[in-house]
Protein backbone atom coordinates (compact mmCIF):
# COMPACT_ATOMS: atom_id res chain seq x y z
CA UNK A 1 0.00 0.00 0.00
CA UNK A 2 0.64 3.47 -0.85
CA UNK A 3 -0.30 6.62 0.80
CA UNK A 4 -0.13 10.34 0.13
CA UNK A 5 -1.08 12.70 2.51
CA UNK A 6 -2.32 16.41 1.29
CA UNK A 7 -4.77 19.20 3.08
CA UNK A 8 -2.11 20.65 5.73
CA UNK A 9 -1.71 24.12 5.58
CA UNK A 10 -2.04 26.97 8.25
CA UNK A 11 -5.47 27.88 9.76
CA UNK A 12 -6.77 30.31 12.86
CA UNK A 13 -8.00 28.19 15.97
CA UNK A 14 -11.21 27.40 15.41
CA UNK A 15 -11.21 26.65 11.91
CA UNK A 16 -11.44 23.78 9.50
CA UNK A 17 -9.44 21.54 7.98
CA UNK A 18 -9.97 18.34 5.87
CA UNK A 19 -6.79 16.01 5.00
CA UNK A 20 -7.07 13.45 2.48
CA UNK A 21 -4.64 10.15 2.23
CA UNK A 22 -4.62 8.65 -1.21
CA UNK A 23 -4.25 5.10 -1.14
CA UNK A 24 -2.89 2.63 -4.08
CA UNK A 25 -3.28 -1.26 -3.60
CA UNK A 26 -4.96 -3.74 -3.69
CA UNK A 27 -5.34 -4.30 0.31
CA UNK A 28 -5.89 -1.03 0.89
CA UNK A 29 -10.05 -1.62 0.67
CA UNK A 30 -9.21 -4.47 3.70
CA UNK A 31 -6.90 -3.21 6.20
CA UNK A 32 -8.03 -0.02 8.98
CA UNK A 33 -6.71 3.00 8.44
CA UNK A 34 -5.37 5.61 10.69
CA UNK A 35 -4.33 8.91 11.08
CA UNK A 36 -1.63 9.89 13.46
CA UNK A 37 0.07 13.12 14.38
CA UNK A 38 3.68 14.05 15.72
CA UNK A 39 4.46 17.72 17.01
CA UNK A 40 8.30 18.58 17.85
CA UNK A 41 9.84 16.83 20.99
CA UNK A 42 6.70 14.93 21.18
CA UNK A 43 5.68 10.88 20.75
CA UNK A 44 3.50 10.16 17.40
CA UNK A 45 0.15 10.43 18.54
CA UNK A 46 -3.15 7.78 17.73
CA UNK A 47 -5.78 10.70 16.50
CA UNK A 48 -8.06 8.17 14.63
CA UNK A 49 -8.83 4.85 12.90
CA UNK A 50 -11.57 3.60 10.51
CA UNK A 51 -12.19 -0.17 10.16
CA UNK A 52 -11.94 -1.65 6.75
CA UNK A 53 -15.70 -1.34 5.48
CA UNK A 54 -16.02 1.69 7.53
CA UNK A 55 -18.47 0.70 10.05
CA UNK A 56 -16.15 1.33 13.50
CA UNK A 57 -14.37 4.08 13.85
CA UNK A 58 -12.08 5.22 16.62
CA UNK A 59 -10.96 8.87 17.74
CA UNK A 60 -8.32 10.26 20.35
CA UNK A 61 -10.31 11.48 23.33
CA UNK A 62 -8.74 15.25 22.99
CA UNK A 63 -10.51 15.47 19.10
CA UNK A 64 -13.69 13.67 19.92
CA UNK A 65 -16.65 15.83 18.69
CA UNK A 66 -14.26 17.81 16.29
CA UNK A 67 -12.31 15.27 14.40
CA UNK A 68 -13.97 12.76 12.27
CA UNK A 69 -12.51 9.81 9.96
CA UNK A 70 -14.19 8.60 6.94
CA UNK A 71 -13.14 6.43 4.05
CA UNK A 72 -13.99 5.92 0.50
CA UNK A 73 -12.86 2.46 -0.56
CA UNK A 74 -14.17 2.86 -4.72
CA UNK A 75 -11.20 5.95 -5.03
CA UNK A 76 -8.86 5.00 -2.35
CA UNK A 77 -9.13 7.72 0.17
CA UNK A 78 -9.36 8.41 3.68
CA UNK A 79 -10.57 11.64 5.16
CA UNK A 80 -10.06 13.62 8.43
CA UNK A 81 -12.36 16.36 8.82
CA UNK A 82 -10.86 18.55 11.59
CA UNK A 83 -13.25 21.06 12.93
CA UNK A 84 -13.04 23.93 15.72
CA UNK A 85 -9.11 23.40 15.74
CA UNK A 86 -6.88 24.46 18.40
CA UNK A 87 -3.08 25.58 18.63
CA UNK A 88 -2.11 21.95 20.25
CA UNK A 89 -3.47 20.47 17.55
CA UNK A 90 -0.55 21.78 15.44
CA UNK A 91 1.65 18.83 14.44
CA UNK A 92 2.82 17.14 11.32
CA UNK A 93 -0.18 14.67 10.58
CA UNK A 94 0.29 11.02 9.03
CA UNK A 95 -2.02 8.64 7.38
CA UNK A 96 -1.08 4.64 8.31
CA UNK A 97 -2.62 1.89 6.96
CA UNK A 98 -2.56 -1.39 9.35
CA UNK A 99 -4.11 -4.31 11.09
CA UNK A 100 -6.65 -6.26 9.05
CA UNK A 101 -9.15 -6.23 11.92
CA UNK A 102 -11.06 -3.55 13.99
CA UNK A 103 -9.84 -3.79 17.84
CA UNK A 104 -9.07 -1.50 21.36
CA UNK A 105 -5.53 -1.93 19.57
CA UNK A 106 -5.84 0.11 16.83
CA UNK A 107 -4.31 3.10 18.55
CA UNK A 108 -1.21 1.30 18.80
CA UNK A 109 1.41 2.92 16.29
CA UNK A 110 3.65 -0.14 15.58
CA UNK A 111 0.16 -2.40 14.28
CA UNK A 112 0.65 -0.28 11.25
CA UNK A 113 2.78 -1.26 8.47
CA UNK A 114 2.67 1.69 5.53
CA UNK A 115 2.52 5.51 6.38
CA UNK A 116 2.08 8.07 4.28
CA UNK A 117 4.81 11.30 3.53
CA UNK A 118 3.11 13.29 6.52
CA UNK A 119 1.52 17.06 6.05
CA UNK A 120 1.82 19.81 8.34
CA UNK A 121 -1.16 21.64 9.80
CA UNK A 122 -0.78 25.00 11.84
CA UNK A 123 -3.30 26.46 13.83
CA UNK A 124 -2.35 30.25 15.50
CA UNK A 125 -3.94 31.09 18.08
Known amino acids: VQLQASGGGLVQAGGSLRLSCAAS????????MGWFRQAPGIEREFVAAISWKGGRTSHAESVKGRFTISRDNANGTVILQMNSLKPEDTAVYYC???????????????????WGQGTQVTVSS
Open 96 to 114: AAGPSYFSASVQNPRLYDF
Open 25 to 32: GRTFSSVV
